[in-house]
């Protein structure tokens, strides 16, 4: 079983950065993807982007050039890091580990990122 505890969430201002991490406790596989999510106040959880074991990463088009997903496969951690934040990324962000086919599927619990002046 793989437990994952998301921390660096808070409330920032438009402009700001914030850094996001996460720690996955239990083996993870080599070919385990991890991702971002988000879900926005009364939205869908909605994909922020994902990072291969041999560092390939895929963001939205939403945040391409502000975030970057950087991994670290010996300490089992994944980092997102949000630069020039707009009032549109406040969302509750999720740490996501997964397989190719889902099989593999863990969810961490959240950690709140709210953007405001």
């Known amino acids: 079983q793989v437990v994952l505890v998301e921390s660096g969430g808070g409330l920032v201002q438009p402009g700001d950065s914030l850094r996001l991490s996460c720690a996955a406790s239990?083996?993870?596989?080599?070919?385990?993807?991890m991702g971002w999510y988000r879900q926005p106040p009364g939205k869908k959880r909605e994909l922020v982007g994902t990072?291969?074991?041999?560092?390939?990463?895929t963001y939205a088009s939403s945040v391409k050039g502000r975030f970057t997903i950087s991994r670290d496969n010996a300490k089992n951690t994944v980092s997102l890091q949000m630069n020039s934040l707009k009032p549109e990324d406040t969302a509750v962000y999720y740490c996501?580990?997964?397989?190719?086919?889902?099989?593999?599927?863990?969810w961490g619990q959240g950690t709140q990122v709210t953007v405001s002046s």
């Open positions: 996501n580990a997964f397989s190719n086919t889902r099989i593999i599927d863990y």
């Open positions: 990072i291969t074991s041999d560092g390939t990463t």
């Open positions: 239990g083996r993870l596989d080599s070919g385990t993807i």
